[in-house]
Structure formats: structure tokens, C-alpha cells
């Protein structure tokens, strides 16, 4: 049964799915992208776990636009994997005119599965989906039984602003209609108190490509597991909150308040290097009546990059012991111009009324880090679980690793390893989350480096085991120790959280050029006085060889 209720205030490509079981980890679960087809694969984003130990993924699918490019026009879908990697089910659906965005996942008591998302117009006017003159925009909840079999189907409809962005260009807007027009985005969803409590942005049209696009208002609801909406209000949160780069998981729900975290304004200048732009949070009273708004606490320390200018892909969650971790990712500007990301994640107490950074822990490092996409952080047993990607480039051009760090209460590092395949692929992490059998399932995007059009996404499940010692971590392909960037000119860089250690590095004839004890996370070396060629480096831990490498000096 389908109802339509009117919410008043308000690629590509050839599939092979294929899983495999090695050494280099648990088992792992991959869909390859080939520019072929007229449709692609699910493209996998967050998952969540059921009581049965399945797996839920939310994904997404899309079709060729006119061009034979990947059109900017995704659809929902989910997938579910058993405990041991194998495909069990897939649902894919779709709505004439329109695109979806981010969906949420829960599972119910009575082991339902309810699906949550928005629709908005379809602008790209060479995507077969696309259809004139709609100028509205839905936030859907599916309920499907274990088979996927359809429960119930609820659409709630809202009214767009559909102005055409007068600085556009008609090449522009065809390529990039679906990021500059007015949308409605599914920003929260999580269980609370025996009701689904959400939360939704409307954008206003953004006026270029590179111009964040305000958010018109803040639409908060709370649902039964039904999909009937038992109380709503619309907050409008002024010119300059933007949400461009703000992605999911941005509100939770403490024992005062809902809080609501963006990305905003205060003032613009001619040049967007001098806005001043910082890190919010909007308090709501559990009535969702507006409280005030609060100016996260910088929680980053100015170096030789300057002082943080951006903040992108901001996700929060709220951790077992009650405060809230953000993860974001910074971008650094220093004074020529040159631009540093690093993944951060801060611990906050915000449930009185006031905004206190407890903790917080940065990559660090002079390349292009960046925090998971849909995923901000996990905990299990009193610890802190982060991920993200390290060296990945602004534009995929690089090898790169999946770093991940198991924290303190105090985001001290107990355990860094890092996820690499050494087969000139560019890795970007997804999403991850800890499993009931402690083990980590992470969604990893892999695009090769000498060809951006053949690309991967694949699922992988590190055991438990894993993280009891070195001996373990390369039993299933993870390392203690990375060296970076590879190939290099005038910086090697040796990484790792080993305690009592000590690096090397050695020419192509044995000869030892460097060494030196570890005593920070990065170990920089200057090498523009050592001649091109191999050099091998090693890294020792209580006197003992735990990691080797090879390193190319150009």
C-alpha cells in the first residue's frame, strides 16, 4: 500500500560481483566499474548490522546520461550480505523525474527494515530520467520485511524553489544542475525513546559552482515506525549556514537538547580565501523549539599551514559514555596559496547548553587526508574506532592507505594500522563500523591511478584477530608502518604508533644512509642530498624487524 501525504510545513558500467577469501584479510566483497553499460551496479555507501549478524548496505545506482558519461542522477537501493561475505538480496528503486540522495537504515523490533531518503528533481536535462517543469521534492520511508518484500511506502511532498541559477552557463548547468539547484536533504535519523527521530535541510539554489548554497531551513520530525510523523517544526537558520559539504549523521539527541552541527558564514569578502567560515551547532529543546546556536570551539592550533579555512564532510555521533564525536575534514591555507586536508575528529560536551572540546585528534601530516565519507566514528568495549584516508589527493592521483587508529578514552592511540594494496590503485574510505563480533567491515572506493575510468568498490571484513598484535595485522594484509609519498623527491615520510622504535633506510647496495629513533607518529627525513634510485627502509619495535618497504626516490 502507497500513500502521498503533503508534509505541510515544509556509471555506467559492467557488474562483477565477486567475493573472495585470502590471507590478506577476512573476506572481501567487490563490484568493478567499467564505462559500458546503460546502468551500474549498486554502488556501495553505509551499512548497518542486523540482530541476525547480516549486513545492510545502503547504496545507490545510476544510469548513462546522453553523452556516455555518468550521469549526476542516482537512485536508492540496498543490498544484504551474511556474516561471511555472500550476497543474499538486493533492492533497487526508482521515481521518473527525479534523483535521491543519502538514505538511512534502521532495523525494528520485529526485524522490519526501514529505508529513509529524499527525492528531488532530476536538473540534468541529457539524463533520460529527466522531466520539466517538477518543482518539488519528497522525503520518502520504505518498510521492508526480511526478503525485501514491500511492508508499507509513505512519501512526504515539499515545494522547491526552482529559480535557474543566472551565473550558470548552459554547458555548466547541464554537467552540474543536480549541485546548484535547491534540494532537500535527509541530514539525521536515529531511534529514540520508541520513535524515529530525523531531521532534513532545504538549500537554497546556489548561484556557481563553487558557492555554497544556503540553507533556506532546518525541518526536524519525530516518526512513529509506521512513517507517521507525530511532530515536526521548521527552524530557519539564517543566510549563512550552508551545509554544501555536510553530508549525514549532523544532529543527535542528548538527554537536554537535539543538536544540530553545519558549516557556516559569518561574513563573506571578494576573496572566499578570507571568509570566515567555522564549524556551528543549533540546540533545540526536545520540542524542537530553537535554543540558540553556538560557535564550535576551534579545537586546531595554527602551524606553518596557517589557520583552518574549510570545514568539509562534517558527521557526528554520540558515543555510550554521552558526548559527542565530530569528524570532519580541515582544509589549511597558509600564505602561498597551498592547501593541506587533514581528517580531525573532536569530542564535545554539548548537552549543557554550551559547547566544550574535550578531545581531539588530527592526521597531521602535509597531504590530502580525509575522513570517511558516511561514517564518522564507532566504539566497542570503551574504545574509539576512526578510520580515514590518507594521502589520497585532491584528485585521486595518488596511492594511498586506510588508516585506522583504535583510541583512549582520551584519544590516545592503543593501535594504528593501515589498509593498502600496493597495486597502483587510489583508495577512498566510505563508510565502517565495528561488528558484534569485533571485527571491522569497511567500504572502500578504488580507482586505478592510470585510469580514472575503471574503478571499484569493495567491501572488506577484518577479524578480530587482527588487532591483538603485528604478527596478526599481516596475517590479514594490514601494516604497522607505512613510508609515504612513494615515489618521492626531497621528504621521506615513516608513519606508525609503534612504542620503542627506531627507523632505517638502506641503498640499492645494503649501505645504511639513515637511522634513527622514533619518537613521534611521523618521522620526517630530508633526503634531497641522496641520489635517485630504490632505497629500502625498515622499521624495529623492542629491537625486533616488525615492517619493510621499498622506496623510489625520483
Known amino acids: 500500500m502507497k500513500h502521498f501525504r503533503l508534509f505541510f510545513m515544509l556509471l555506467i558500467i559492467s557488474h562483477i560481483g565477486n567475493k ?38 545502503s547504496s545507490a545506482w545510476c544510469i548513462i546520461d546522453s553523452s556516455g558519461q555518468a550521469s549526476n542522477s542516482s537512485f536508492p537501493s540496498i543490498m544484504k550480505f551474511s556474516p561471511d561475505g555472500v550476497l543474499l538480496n538486493e533492492k533497487r528503486w526508482s521515481k521518473p523525474g527525479y534523483r535521491s540522495d543519502d538514505q ?7 526485524n522490519k527494515i526501514i529505508v529513509m531518503g529524499t527525492y528531488n528533481p532530476d536538473r540534468n536535462k541529457t539524463s533520460p530520467n529527466y522531466i520539466p517543469d517538477i518543482n518539488d521534492a519528497f522525503l520518502y520511508f520504505y518498510k521492508l520485511d526480511s526478503d525485501f518484500n514491500m511492508v508499507d511506502s509513505i512519501e512526504y511532498r515539499t515545494t522547491l524553489d526552482t529559480t535557474i541559477c543566472e551565473s550558470c552557463t548552459s554547458l555548466d548547468y547541464i554537467a552540474n544542475a543536480n549541485h546548484y539547484m535547491a534540494k532537500i536533504r535527509l541530514t539525521s535519523c536515529f531511534e529514540e525513546d520508541g520513535q524515529i527521530v530525523g531531521s532534513f535541510v532545504k538549500n537554497q539554489t546556489r548561484t556557481d559552482q563553487f558557492e555554497p548554497g544556503p540553507i533556506d531551513s532546518l525541518f526536524l520530525f519525530k516518526m512513529d515506525y509506521n512513517g507517521t510523523i507525530t511532530e515536526s517544526n521548521e527552524i530557519h537558520l539564517g543566510e549563512y549556514a550552508v551545509n554544501v559539504f555536510c553530508f549525514s549523521d549532523l544532529m543527535i539527541g542528548n538527554d537536554s537538547y537535539y543538536v544540530h552541527y553545519d558549516l557556516a558564514c559569518e561574513s563573506r569578502t571578494e576573496s572566499d580565501n578570507k571568509s570566515d567560515w ?34 568539509d564532510y562534517t558527521m557526528v555521533k554520540r558515543s555510550p559514555w554521552g558526548t559527542t564525536y565530530l569528524s ?33 585528534i588530527e592526521s597531521n601530516s602535509d597531504d590530502y587526508d580525509f575522513p570517511s565519507l558516511w561514517s564518522p566514528v564507532d566504539f566497542s568495549e570503551g574504545y574509539v574506532y576512526w578510520a580515514y584516508t590518507r594521502n589520497r589527493g585532491m584528485f585521486h592521483e595518488y596511492e594511498s592507505w586506510i588508516t585506522i587508529d583504535v583510541l583512549d578514552r582520551n584519544m590516545n592511540i592503543i593501535k594504528e594500522l593501515y589498509y593498502e594494496k600496493q597495486d597502483n590503485t587510489n583508495m577512498e574510505l566510505l563508510s565502517y563500523i565495528k561488528t558484534g563480533d569485533n571485527g571491522l567491515l569497511l567500504i572502500i572506493r578504488k580507482t586505478w591511478i592510470y585510469d580514472s575510468e575503471k574503478n571499484y568498490h569493495t567491501l572488506v571484513k577484518i577479524p578480530a584477530e587482527a588487532f591483538l598484535g603485528i604478527d596478526e595485522a599481516h596475517k590479514y594484509g594490514l601494516h604497522s608502518a607505512i613510508a609515504y609519498p612513494n615515489p618521492g623527491n626531497n621528504i ?29 607518529n611521523i618521522t620526517t627525513i630530508t633526503t634531497d642530498e641522496w641520489n635517485s634510485g630504490m632505497y629500502f627502509w625498515k622499521v624495529y619495535s623492542n629491537g625486533k624487524e616488525v615492517e619493510t618497504g621499498k622506496w623510489m626516490k625520483q
Not at 330 to 345: C, G, I, P
Open 20 to 57: 573472495s577469501f585470502c590471507q590478506e584479510y577476512d573476506w572481501e566483497y567487490t563490484i568493478e566499474h567499467v564505462f559500458s553499460d546503460s546502468v551500474s551496479p549498486n554502488l556501495m555507501h553505509s551499512m548497518i548490522e542486523l540482530e541476525s549478524n547480516d549486513i545492510i548496505i
Open 104 to 110: 538511512y537504515l534502521i532495523e525494528t523490533e520485529d
Open 278 to 311: 567555522s564549524q556551528i551547532a543549533v540546540l533545540l529543546d526536545k520540542n524542537f523549539q530553537y535554543v540558540k546556536t553556538c560557535k564550535v570551539p576551534t579545537a586546531f592550533q595554527p602551524g606553518h599551514w596557517g589557520f583552518p579555512r574549510w570545514y
Open 328 to 360: 570532519s575534514n580541515v582544509d589549511y591555507l597558509n600564505s602561498q596559496d597551498e592547501h593541506r586536508f587533514s581528517a580531525s575528529l573532536i569530542e564535545i560536551e554539548d548537552d549543557k547548553g554550551t559547547l566544550n572540546v574535550l578531545n581531539r
Open 492 to 520: 621521506l615520510n615513516i608513519k606508525t604508533a609503534l612504542q620503542n622504535a627506531k627507523a632505517e633506510v638502506y641503498d640499492i647496495q645494503g649501505k645504511l644512509v639513515y637511522r634513527q629513533d622514533i619518537t613521534e
